[in-house]
């Protein structure tokens, strides 16, 4: 039996958005990687997401790899898009829910930009610009939104949205809500559970230092104060312990990437 041009939309929407998830889990892991090689001394200084590419890049085959993780990167910022805007998981238009759904927002706007960086990368034009300084589009972000009418408010808007992503995530970890996404036997779900748990919570606290740059950008009306993914995992570094906090963060990216990846397999995809 045939199926109608909007089921075919779905059903590709679908595999779009799990392509976009396992591209989330191979930048994560990425990210995750360098930073435990920053925290043993092994591997310099931090890198954001925009280093974690231009380590893909440097690999045998990297202009493929980079290139797939472009589309991938597009696909995933157009499910978070539809996931913002159709709410296709129910969180509502209470303050909570349109948290979270600013959050994806957000989500969308900077995988958007991220996979134009990749593609930047890609022809020429943008791989040597930056170097792992994945604040370099945070800063850009505020910068544009200070343009605007009420641009240090908008700017604020953005932090909180962040800030709620962050809070979502930790609850999400804490109240196991995550398992009600997952078609998973039982079993597999008790097995990776904590790892999923890890991996939020890590991206919880990235998000809530990402969120307090953001906040003090908007507050002193400079776009240079917002930093990104990198400079929050250099802050952490420069803690008391830092190294050891910078070590179990890492890891915690590496099991955040884990679980991007079972996301894009056992996922409930409802567009």
Known sequence: MSTSPQEQAQEKLVWMARLGYCTRGVVYIVVGALALLAALGKGGKTSGTKGALQSVMSTPLGDIMIGIIAFGLFSYALWRFVQAIKDVDGHGTDPKGLAIRGGLLVSAVTHTLLGVYALNMLFGSGGGNGGGNGGGGSKGMAAMLMQQPWGRWLVGIVALCILGAGIAHALKALKEKYKKYFAMDSSLMEKVSPIIKFGLIARAVVFAIIAFFLAYAAWTYDP????????????????????????????????????????????????
């Open 224 to 271: 240079q104060k917002a930093k990104g993914l990198d400079a929050a995992l250099e802050f952490i570094q420069q803690q008391a312990y830092g190294s050891i906090l910078l070590g179990v963060v890492a890891l915690g990216l590496f099991a955040f990437g884990t679980y991007s990846f079972l996301e894009g397999i056992y996922r409930r995809i409802h567009p």
